[in-house]
């Protein structure tokens, strides 16, 4: 099946939508455009066709893969590649922690002018406290996120309302992280 740009593109985008409404819970993605073989790094191209735009700049940190989705990405939206520290969006692949601290997290007067990362991927999940914004009281979920990268999330996010909004994909579902919610690991 091919992707079509209209309907899949829409559906990414509510499911993209929802997964930021509801922080840390996974929603499945029901469409990716098989740009790639490995299907963490596949949907995140499915949401980086369904929210890149024309003037937006797209940069990437990880190897040749990544760098083929991001290209094909930019290609089908407009987008522009460009540098992690200019970027309005990044796509992750690989460990995300120098990708969270080099990333664009807005100024006071301008904190939508953030990045947004899209991690790929197939790492454990460890357990992560989150409070805030979506949330009726504190939850607890597993988080596909090494220890040094939620570390630097929570440096990234001290100041609101600057910071990064996170998506993290996996082979699986599609996880939503506000720069408005606050996250604690869990030992």
């Given at each position: 099946?091919?992707?079509?740009?209209?309907?899949?593109?829409?559906?990414?985008?509510?499911?993209?939508?929802?997964?930021?409404?509801?922080?840390?819970?996974?929603?499945?993605?029901?469409?990716?455009?098989?740009?790639?073989?490995?299907?963490?790094?596949?949907?995140?191209?499915?949401?980086?066709?369904?929210?890149?735009?024309?003037?937006l700049g797209l940069a990437i940190h990880g190897g040749d893969a990544a760098a083929q989705v991001a290209a094909a990405a930019c290609t089908a939206t407009g987008a522009d590649s460009t540098d992690l520290g200019a970027a309005d969006w990044v796509l992750v692949d690989g460990p995300p922690a120098p990708a969270i601290v080099h990333a664009r997290r807005g100024t006071?007067?301008?904190?939508?002018?953030?990045?947004?990362?899209?991690?790929?991927?197939?790492?454990?999940?460890?357990?992560?406290?989150?409070?805030?914004?979506?949330?009726?009281?504190?939850?607890?979920?597993?988080?596909?996120?090494?220890?040094?990268?939620?570390?630097?999330?929570?440096?990234?996010?001290?100041?609101?309302?600057?910071?990064?909004?996170?998506?993290?994909?996996?082979?699986?579902?599609?996880?939503?992280?506000?720069?408005?919610?606050?996250?604690?690991?869990?030992?």
């Open positions: 099946m091919t992707w079509d740009l209209v309907h899949d593109s829409r559906s990414t985008f509510l499911a993209c939508m929802h997964a930021l409404c509801s922080p840390g819970t996974p929603f499945e993605l029901p469409q990716t455009p098989h740009m790639t073989d490995r299907p963490e790094l596949d949907r995140a191209a499915a949401v980086l066709l369904a929210l890149l735009d024309r003037g006071p007067t301008n904190p939508e002018s953030s990045a947004t990362l899209v991690i790929a991927s197939t790492g454990p999940t460890r357990p992560v406290r989150l409070a805030g914004p979506g949330l009726r009281e504190p939850v607890t979920h597993r988080i596909p996120l090494d220890e040094l990268a939620q570390q630097a999330l929570v440096v990234a996010n001290q100041n609101p309302p600057m910071g990064l909004d996170i998506f993290i994909v996996t082979p699986d579902c599609l996880i939503g992280l506000p720069r408005s919610v606050t996250l604690q690991a869990v030992a």
